[in-house]
């Protein structure tokens, strides 16, 4: 069964950094891209980055270019979004999704992980 | 301001029709493939449809896909109750260093 597990709700205070985490089990990780998708409350889905683990190619929407890093690590099938310098508008949940190839759609979805940034 | 333009919202009593449009351009639905999403309140974001009318196992046929041009569509039939969701297209865009973009969803109220 395929599954992509996220790592639990954060509490954070501007200016701290943040690492999240999706483990994908049940495929073979390196052979799919994983995104990041941020949804911030009440509003709609965002794209903020898809990486393919097999050869840790990374691509970022323009609006979280340098204010993101995604990366992978496929000895143990997951992918991480962290920021270094949080603001109150990161407060969001983020999920993290499975895609087949890039013009096929996320077909296996996270969880989410909501991030609080309040001081 | 999303790339792709839905509707915000659409509503239909329950055993109707209803469909969903979502409009771009020659540079994201002209040349890809679109698929769409349906949002339960509180939950992740699931797969309805995925190159413009195929459905993954375990989507039942209400659920519909097509595109023609620029713009695609969903349809559902035979309307439930638990069919109240937010729905999401989605498709690639060559045009913004080459990504992933969704629509800015469309509220479905079943009447």
């Known amino acids: ?119 | 301001q999303s790339v792709l333009t839905q509707p915000p919202s659409v509503s239909a009593a329950p055993g109707q029709k209803v469909t969903i449009s979502c409009s771009g351009s020659s540079s994201n639905i002209g040349n890809n493939y679109v698929s769409w999403y349906q949002q339960l309140p509180g939950t992740a974001p699931k797969l309805l449809i995925y190159e413009n009318n195929k459905r993954p196992s375990g989507i039942p046929d209400r659920f519909s896909g097509s595109k023609s041009g620029t713009s695609a569509t969903l349809g559902i039939t035979g309307l439930q109750t638990g069919d109240e969701a937010v729905y999401y297209c989605g498709t690639w865009d060559s045009s913004l260093s080459a990504l992933v973009v969704f629509g800015g969803g469309t509220k479905l109220t079943v009447l």
């Open chain 1, 1 to 119: 069964e395929v599954q992509l597990v996220q790592s639990g709700a954060e509490v954070k205070k501007p200016g701290e950094s943040l690492k999240i985490s999706c483990k994908g089990s049940g495929y073979s990780f390196t052979s799919y891209w994983i995104g990041w998708v941020r949804q911030m409350p009440g509003k709609g889905l965002e794209w903020m980055g898809i990486i393919y683990p097999g050869n840790s190619d990374i691509t970022y929407s323009p609006s979280f270019q340098g204010q993101v890093t995604i990366s992978a690590d496929k000895s143990i099938s997951t992918a991480y979004l962290r920021w270094n310098n949080l603001k109150a508008s990161d407060t969001a949940m983020y999920y993290c999704a499975r895609l087949p190839s890039l013009n096929y759609g996320a077909d296996y979805w996270g969880q989410g992980t909501l991030v609080t940034v309040s001081s």
